[in-house]
């Protein structure tokens, strides 16, 4: 599946099926026990990712790509940068945008649309969790190194490790009939991504989350 297709149904996912699941999710909400460890894997990931910034980011311009309900994107903001908080979905654009304090409003530009539009412009640091675990190789690479091109120092990542019970977990959802099932990761190993963008910047490995049925792996790339 190319980039528009996966991209396509990723919005479609997001935008009209799940929008009310992920609203719940990334709150204070009850939810399952399956659930509350994707909730708490996803809170390790972030806390994570968000190490290799800068503590102070005052007057950065950072670009939170796939900036779902905003949990990212605020955090941020109150560190003092300047983001750019886009998301395909507008729907989850819109729940971003309520729950933003107003005092951080004035550091934060919403964008629903392409990570990779160009009329974004260039940024010191960007993060994308979990926003490029349902894309194939060449479109990750396509997206490192245009965003990367225009990203002053690094572009913080994640992607579905290529895990036995991830392969598993993969196979078995090719299984359930397109209606009924949500995008499905694919799995990567950073070795071979490394491979893929030799000659574009350097990837280094930050390490895995695996809470309960929450896998996720962060890299970092340079370019």
């Given amino acids: 599946?190319?980039?528009?297709?996966?991209?396509?149904?990723?919005?479609?996912?997001?935008?009209?099926?799940?929008?009310?699941?992920?609203?719940?999710?990334?709150?204070?909400?009850p939810v399952s026990r399956?659930?509350?460890?994707?909730?708490?894997g996803r809170d390790q990931m972030r806390d994570k990712m968000l190490e290799r910034l800068p503590e102070d980011l005052t007057g950065r311009r950072v670009l939170d790509a796939g900036c779902g309900t905003g949990m990212v994107t605020e955090i941020l903001a109150a560190r003092g940068a300047n983001v750019v908080a886009v998301d395909?979905?507008?729907?989850?654009?819109?729940?971003?945008?309520?729950?933003?304090?107003?005092?951080?409003a004035p550091k934060v530009s919403f964008h629903a649309g392409d990570m990779m539009n160009m009329e974004l412009g260039a940024f010191d640091h960007a993060v994308a969790m979990d926003s490029l675990i349902y894309y194939g190789a060449s479109d990750i690479k396509k997206a490192l190194t245009e965003i990367g091109s225009?990203?002053?120092?690094?572009?913080v990542?994640?992607?579905?490790?290529?895990?036995?019970?991830l392969m598993v977990m993969w196979n078995a959802g090719k299984l359930?009939?397109?209606?009924?099932?949500?995008?499905?990761?694919?799995?990567?190993?950073?070795?071979?991504?490394?491979?893929s963008l030799k000659g574009t910047g350097t990837l280094t490995d930050l390490g895995?989350?695996?809470?309960?049925?929450?896998?996720?792996?962060a890299l970092e790339f340079r370019a």
């Fill in 150 to 155: 225009r990203t002053r120092e690094n572009f």
């Fill in 88 to 104: 395909i979905s507008p729907q989850l654009i819109d729940i971003a945008r309520k729950r933003l304090p107003a005092a951080l």
């Fill in 1 to 29: 599946m190319n980039y528009e297709a996966t991209r396509s149904r990723v919005e479609h996912y997001f935008d009209r099926t799940a929008t009310k699941t992920w609203e719940r999710l990334t709150s204070d909400a």
């Fill in 176 to 195: 359930f009939p397109r209606s009924d099932r949500s995008p499905i990761m694919v799995p990567h190993a950073p070795r071979a991504l490394q491979r």
């Fill in 208 to 217: 895995r989350v695996a809470r309960g049925f929450y896998i996720s792996q």
């Fill in 34 to 40: 399956i659930r509350e460890t994707v909730r708490q």
């Fill in 157 to 165: 990542f994640t992607i579905a490790p290529r895990t036995p019970l």
